[in-house]
T-cell receptor
């Protein structure tokens, strides 16, 4: 069984401040981890993914995430928030069994304060 | 071309109507997915097609009927829906269903059942 927990359904940060969105996972096999972003009235877009190899993963729009096995975490960060980052962010986990078993977290809505 | 195109973007239907949602991709992907997303919730998997064959049906009511006419097209036929079926319906594709890579999502079809 696999699952992800996103801590904080709503996060607000000031423009230019650090963005930190938290995600913890549970998986009985080595996990593959993803962050997806959903802008209002749009579908989901992949920000970044971890499968194997380097634990610090860089994605689009200046986001990055670090896989920490000891903490079962995959937190998403961005050094300086921009107004255009306002969106819903979903952490997701799958395994070597593929996309059919992709499990999404409940999402975190990021608000940027001007 | 990295797009998944969904039509219509908005659909309003009565409980006795029959309508269809359409999804198209030209990325050569062999796996296609239907997800249902309620407001402020993560996407929920409904169906997976792999090489034009239905591989997963997540116990979806029979009033939802998927169809995959060819590797580029995916339809969702709707009949006798209930108001609680109102949601955003997302189509997605990936290279294969046992691929742990990126899911490409369309912008969704927002369905309102009166």
């Amino acid at each position: 069984a696999q699952s992800v927990t996103q801590l904080g359904s709503h996060v607000s940060v000031s423009e230019g401040a650090l963005v930190l969105l938290r995600c913890n996972y549970s998986s009985s096999v080595p996990p593959y981890l993803f962050w997806y972003v959903q802008y209002p009235n749009q579908g989901l877009q992949l920000l970044l993914k971890y499968t194997t190899g380097a634990t610090l993963v860089k994605g689009i729009n200046g986001f990055e995430a670090e896989f920490k096995k000891s903490e079962t975490s995959f937190h998403l960060t961005k050094p300086s928030a921009h107004m255009s980052d306002a969106a819903e962010y979903f952490c997701a986990v799958s395994s070597l069994f593929g996309n059919e078993k992709l499990t999404f977290g409940t999402g975190t809505r990021l608000t940027i304060i001007p | 071309d990295t797009e998944v195109t969904q039509t219509p973007k908005h659909l309003v239907m009565g409980m006795t109507n029959k309508k269809s949602l359409k999804c198209e991709q030209h990325m050569g992907h062999r796996a296609m997915y239907w997800y249902k997303q309620k407001a402020k919730k993560p996407p929920e998997l409904m169906f997976v097609y792999s090489y034009e064959k239905l591989s997963i049906n997540e116990s979806v009511p029979s009033r939802f009927s998927p169809e995959c006419p060819n590797s580029s097209l995916l339809n969702l036929h709707l009949h006798a829906l209930q108001p609680e079926d109102s949601a955003l319906y997302l189509c997605a594709s990936s290279r294969t269903s046992d691929d742990t890579g990126e899911l490409f999502f369309g912008e969704g079809s927002r369905l309102t059942v009166l």
